[in-house]
Each structure stands twice: as structure tokens, then as C-alpha cells.
């Protein structure tokens, strides 16, 4: 398996492409955060918090994960490096595990910057210090654990797709459904307990709770649940291809 992310991660930062989606990401956050005025504004927000960084950061994981893992296989089989693959002594478990922590990897390394913005606000605030740490640290493990679920559910886009295109739209709208779309399917069923339980299964509301900065240990079960739930039924797709 180790032998698989390090492949992949070199891969990844080998060409200009790992550099454009990073890249990519980090603009857009502080341009939404710190230049274009808005709900997610840190200054004109008014308040010693980066908000909306945790509001924003969703919807751009929407497209910086399938861009991370569009090509984890659509490379493979187009170099005819995926028989080849297939012949060395590794499970397909450590095939899939191993590209899907280089992807986790590289994602880290994007998130890992905006760690900065925390303190850009500490020395900000009036009085010095004046921030809810608790919150962000909360809410960044939550970024975290949000983010491995779109990597795992783009791994399955991944062996899903013909091609990277097709394996960018497909993870794309799937990532897109388990975020907001069992709030829908919930909206439909009025005020009740069965229509808690259908919220229960998207990633929304698990990812709000965590983002209050409280770790609840239904979230964590529930992420870990959805990771090896997704990173099975790629094995098993493989298995069949």
C-alpha cells in the first residue's frame, strides 16, 4: 500500500496539475474571505472568526476532491499500466487504500495553509487573542473529515468513469447528493422524527454538529462508516473490472 501513495502522491505534484488545484483553492478562499465583500467576509463580518471559511470551504471541496482523484485510474488504464498493476502481489484493497490516502495526502496539504487565517484573526481582534479557538479547531477537524468523505466517494467516481472527465461530474454529483441532498429528500417529509433520521444520513448535518466544536462520537462513526462503505464498493467495482 505504501508502495501505491507514494506513486501517487509524486505523481500528483509531477505534473503542473497538483499545483493548479491547490493553488486554485487557497485563491478562492482568500478572496472570498478577505477581498470580495460578503457573508463570508471576515472583515465585514465584524466578528474575530473565520466562519466562513467552514461555510465556503464545502462547496469548494466540491470540486478541488474529484479533481484530486479524477485520475486514479483513467491513468492507469490509459498508460496500460493497470494490468501491469494487477500482476504485483497487492490486494485490491491496498491498491485502493493506498491511492486513496495519496489523495487524502495532497488534500491535507491544501488545507493545511488556511491554518493561517486563524491566526490572521487572533492578532486581529480587539482585545488580542479574543478568538474562539475551541470553535476553529473543531471545525477544522470537521474540514478534515469532510474532506476524506469526498475523496472516498471521488475514488468510487474514480473506477466508476470511463475517463477523468466522466470521473470528475460523476464524483462531483455524488459528493453533491450526500451533501444536501437528504436535506431535500427531508424537506419533503415535513417536521418529524422519520425526517430526522433521512438528515441523518447526508453529510450536512453531521458536519454542522462538528463544526460548532463539539466532537460527538456519532460523528466520527458516522464519517468513518461512510469512508469504508465508499472505499468497499470500489474494491468490489475493481474486483469485477
Known amino acids: ?17 497538483g499545483y493548479v488545484v491547490i493553488g486554485i483553492f487557497l485563491l478562492l478562499n482568500g478572496l472570498f474571505l478577505w477581498v470580495i465583500p460578503g457573508e463570508y467576509n471576515v472583515l465585514d463580518n465584524g466578528y474575530a472568526n473565520v466562519d466562513g471559511l467552514f461555510l465556503l470551504a464545502p462547496w469548494l471541496f466540491l470540486f478541488l476532491c474529484p479533481a484530486v482523484t479524477m485520475r486514479m485510474f483513467a491513468e492507469e488504464r490509459l498508460s496500460g499500466t493497470w494490468e501491469l498493476l494487477q500482476t504485483k502481489p497487492l490486494s485490491m484493497w491496498a491498491i485502493a487504500g493506498g491511492k486513496y490516502l495519496s489523495t487524502l495526502a495532497v488534500s491535507l496539504l491544501a488545507l493545511l495553509p488556511c491554518v493561517i487565517y486563524y491566526f490572521s484573526v487572533y492578532y486581529l481582534a480587539e482585545p488580542l487573542g479574543n478568538v474562539d479557538s475551541g470553535a476553529f479547531w473543531g471545525s477544522f477537524i470537521g474540514l478534515i473529515l469532510l474532506a476524506a468523505a469526498y475523496l472516498a466517494i471521488g475514488i468510487l467516481a474514480a473506477a466508476l468513469g470511463s475517463n477523468q472527465i466522466i470521473s470528475f461530474i460523476l464524483a462531483a454529483l455524488l459528493c453533491f447528493f450526500m451533501l444536501y441532498g437528504f436535506d431535500l429528500l427531508s424537506a419533503f417529509c415535513g417536521e418529524n422524527a422519520f425526517a430526522d433520521t433521512v438528515e441523518s444520513f447526508g453529510i450536512q448535518a453531521h458536519y454542522t454538529s462538528v463544526s460548532r466544536g463539539v466532537i460527538d462520537s456519532h460523528d466520527i462513526i458516522y464519517f468513518t462508516a461512510l469512508i469504508f462503505i465508499f472505499l468497499w464498493l470500489t474494491v468490489e467495482r475493481l474486483k469485477k473490472k
Open 1 to 17: 500500500m505504501f508502495s501505491i501513495f507514494k506513486k501517487e502522491f509524486r505523481s500528483f505534484f509531477g505534473a503542473a496539475t
